[in-house]
């Protein structure tokens, strides 16, 4: 059974940074495309970063391109998100999703974990 984790969510104020962690359990973490999206209240979601299987390459949305790191630990099967210089818009319920398969693209995300709350005050 797939299990994904988030932790690291909280109030910043703006400028300010957090580290999200997503622990993923219950399969073989390594073949799996990584990815984290968020949603803000009345918004859909939508995605923010994800990674290859083997962390060499990496995707941005726009909006957070040079503010927001992604990166995972295959041996510790966990993913992170480094978000530094936090906006208010920034403000959203962050999940962490795996992918169909090895191929990341942002339509092939099928699990996704709970959700952590990020909070950027002005």
């Known amino acids: 059974q797939v299990q994904l984790v988030e932790s690291g969510g909280g109030s910043v104020q703006a400028g300010g940074s957090l580290r999200l962690s997503c622990a993923a359990s219950?399969?073989?973490?390594?073949?799996?495309?990584m990815g984290w999206f968020r949603q803000a209240p009345g918004k859909e979601r939508e995605g923010v970063a994800f990674i290859s299987t083997g962390g060499t390459n990496t995707h941005y949305a726009d909006f957070v391109k040079g503010r927001f790191t992604i990166s995972r630990d295959n041996a510790k099967n966990t993913l992170y998100l480094q978000m530094n210089s936090l906006k208010p818009e920034d403000t959203a319920m962050y999940y962490c999703a795996r992918a169909a398969g090895g191929y990341c693209s942002w339509g092939d995300f099928t699990d996704w974990g709970q959700g952590t709350q990020v909070h950027v005050s002005s």
């Open positions: 219950g399969y073989t973490y390594i073949y799996y495309c």
